[in-house]
Structures are given as structure tokens and as C-alpha cells.
């Protein structure tokens, strides 16, 4: 599976559990809880990227960003977002210099 077909497939994934059982599937319990919920899960792995990055072991820093993109697609999927929205902004981001960026934002 290619990194687009995985997010895709995470995507749609994602999307099925919004119907699910909170007893039954974590994602459908994040769901449940609301954005509240997904924040806190959100701040945890957050934090738990920022600790792996200190550390010497890669593959503990991946699983943790793993961990946060994971959620931070719960939350799109929660708004009715998904992985594509954050392509295109990304695509709209690229080739502009972060700076320039930054500065059309706060006008």
C-alpha cells in the first residue's frame, strides 16, 4: 500500500467507525466523547512525540507521529474533513515561502 492509499484507507476507515458502537470500537469512543475527547488524546500524543524526539530511537519517534496523525484524522473525520483537505492546503502551501506564508495569514 502506497502512503496516499494508506491515509485513504485510514480515511474511510475512520469514517465507518463514526457509526460504530463506542462500546465496541475505540475510534466510535472518541467519537462519542466529542472534540473534547479527541483534544485530550491529541495533547497526549503530542507530548509523547515532543519526549520520542529527545530520544535516539527512530522508530519510537514514528510510532508516536503515527499515534498523532492517527488522531489528528479522528478530529478531521469528526468536523466531516478528512486527509484530502489537508492535502490540498499543503499543495496550496507549497513552494511559498513560510514566511510569506505566515504573513498573508495575519492580513
Given at each position: 500500500?502506497?502512503?496516499?492509499?494508506?491515509?485513504?484507507?485510514?480515511?474511510?476507515?475512520?469514517?465507518?467507525?463514526?457509526?460504530?458502537?463506542?462500546?465496541?470500537?475505540?475510534?466510535?469512543?472518541?467519537?462519542?466523547?466529542?472534540?473534547?475527547?479527541?483534544?485530550?488524546?491529541i495533547?497526549e500524543?503530542?507530548?509523547?512525540?515532543?519526549?520520542?524526539?529527545?530520544?535516539?530511537?527512530?522508530?519510537?519517534?514514528?510510532?508516536?507521529?503515527?499515534?498523532?496523525?492517527?488522531?489528528?484524522?479522528?478530529l478531521?473525520?469528526?468536523?466531516?474533513?478528512?486527509?484530502?483537505?489537508?492535502?490540498?492546503e499543503?499543495a496550496?502551501?507549497?513552494?511559498?515561502?513560510?514566511?510569506?506564508?505566515?504573513?498573508?495569514?495575519?492580513?
Amino acid at each position: 500500500m502506497s502512503n496516499i492509499d494508506i491515509f485513504t484507507a485510514l480515511d474511510n476507515a475512520l469514517a465507518q467507525r463514526r457509526q460504530a458502537d463506542p462500546a465496541k470500537s475505540y475510534t466510535a469512543s472518541l467519537y462519542a466523547g466529542g472534540t473534547s475527547a479527541i483534544n485530550t488524546k491529541i495533547t497526549e500524543e503530542a507530548g509523547e512525540v515532543v519526549e520520542a524526539a529527545l530520544e535516539d530511537d527512530d522508530a519510537h519517534l514514528v510510532h508516536e507521529v503515527a499515534d498523532l496523525w492517527f488522531h489528528c484524522m479522528v478530529l478531521l473525520q469528526s468536523r466531516g474533513l478528512d486527509v484530502k483537505a489537508v492535502e490540498d492546503e499543503l499543495a496550496r502551501r507549497f513552494g511559498i515561502s513560510g514566511i510569506q506564508e505566515k504573513a498573508a495569514r495575519s492580513r
